[in-house]
Every structure is written in C-alpha cells, then in structure tokens.
C-alpha cells in the first residue's frame, strides 16, 4: 500500500498516548511531525537558531522525555536512523539540529499551502479547485452552440446539400441538429471549408455509381473515411476503353512484333469463317452487329485479326 494520510501534528499528546512509551516506528513518525514544514527562525536559550524545511531542534532529554526512553537509547535510535541515511544530525547551541532526509518527498502534496496550523488541507482542495475548473470548462464545451443559420458556414453547407437532393441526388437533411452539425463543422474542418464541401458535392452529383445506388447519405458523408472517398475520386464516372483504344498494341499473348486489331462485322452468311490468323468472338449484341431486318443476331461475331508482321 502506497500513498499519503493526514494526521494532526499535536497527536501525540493525546491522553491514549501521552504517557505510553514510543515504538521506534512511532519515534520516527514524531520527528517527521515535529519537523518545520518550511523556513523559520526560533529562539534558543537566549540565540535565534534558524531551522530549514525540514529540520527540527530538540534537546536528547526533551526527546527522551517525550518518547518514555532513556537518553542512550534516543542517542543509538537516531544513530540507527543517519546509518539508514534517514537523517542527519548537528548540534548548535546545545540542541540537536535534526534534518529529516527526503522531507519534500514525505510532504510534496503540503508542500505549497499549508499553514503554520496544518488547517487547510491544501492537496485535496487544490484538486478539488482543479477537477471543478474542469468540469467547468468542459460543461462549457459541450454547452457550446454551433451556429446552423443560414448566413452561416454550417448553414450554408447544409443548404448546399440540400440544394442538390431536391435535384434528386440524394435525400435531404431535414434534422440539422446540434449532433450533425458538430460533425459537419470537423468534416469542412478538414476539407478546406465550405468550398471543399462545394467541390465534394458536385463530384458526388457526377458520379452515376452514387446517384444510382441509394447509399448516399448525409450521415453515411459524415464518417471521415467515407468523405475522404469522394474527395479522391473513388466514385467518379470511369470512361471504357473502345477497339480503337487497342489499336497498334502488341498481341499480350506473344509471338508478335507488332500486331493490329481490327473489329468488322460479320457477314449474313450461315456461320463464322476463322482461319488460323483469327480467333472468334461472338458477342451477345452491341456494336459490331449487323444491321437490317434479315440479320441473324445468333451469326454474328467480332473478328479480331493480328498481322504476323
């Protein structure tokens, strides 16, 4: 068990203990009592002897009286306690200067407010000071309104959105609670203001995969992840290659040096015609087909042919 507790200095003239002989612990326990909790000049025998935090002044008699010991075995205690580099001891006008090793360590929570009664407990009140200003400003915190009006950024951010469900885009935020708005204000937080929220907004409005698929949502734009999403592109409308894309790329298959594609028609005739430069494949409508009312969709195919170079 670890920790501080609070006693009074004057304990031990109680009437339970004022004439009941010290154990060496409660011997111990006095002496860090009797020891100045900070700097101060008293007067002995007629000279002024001026004690450090930490340090006490008392004749061997005085503490043999007041611990029910013998002189000897006050004189072997406190020899035990330097051996333990508990204290150190001096002598200045016939009284024994004691100065208590690692007082600030025993009384660093006293060490600031208390005073010469040891009346104010100056550790808890200070931490009760301190958890109350937090709580305070906490409270504050989270009292704290966002502002949602219209001339606003949060207000006009949210009447973008709209502006865009009623187009059809995506349904509309009615509720512009404080909760959404705390979230909205971190998001623009992140996406340089109101005209990154623009910028995101008419992104998502191009995009055929969001306006088709439902999922689109105010408070799905809300998770940082999500946003961050649109805001690079991961949904924007990707155009599809054409033949004419490939044409002039090497075969991927090999064995060519240079190679073409070409996409033609196939003829009305009953069946595909491929020969050992071609290989067939036989869609099921598109381009390529063709046209007319006599034409056999089932017969059509796309030759794609490579020159062997």
Known sequence: MSGFVRAERDRFGHALFRNERFCRGY??????????Y????????????????GQLCHSIRYMAEAWN??????????????TETMIETGTETGQTIITICNYRKYQTRNEKTETPNDTQPETAARQQRDSSETKKKEGKRNKRKIDISPGGDIGAAFDVWNEFAHRGCW????????????????????????DGWREMITRASNSDFIRSNGFFTF???????????????????????????????????GGFTEGFMSVARADRGPGPRPDENMRDVTPTGGAGMADGPDHDPSQSFLRIAYDAG
């Open 27 to 36: 011997a111990w326990d006095w002496l860090v009592a009797q020891a100045s």
């Open 69 to 82: 010991w013998d002189k000897a075995a006050v004189t072997r205690y406190l020899t035990r306690l330097k």
């Open 38 to 53: 900070q700097d101060r000049t008293i007067d002995v025998a007629g000279k002024t002897v001026k004690l450090r935090r």
């Open 219 to 253: 408070d799905w734009v809300m998770s940082p992840i999500n946003l961050r999403k649109v805001m690079e592109g991961n949904y924007d409308n990707r155009n599809r290659p054409s033949a004419s894309d490939y044409a002039g790329r090497p075969d991927p298959r």
């Open 171 to 194: 349904p509309e935020v009615r509720a512009r609670g404080q909760d959404r708005a705390k979230k909205l204000a971190l998001r623009l937080s992140e996406i340089g203001g109101l």
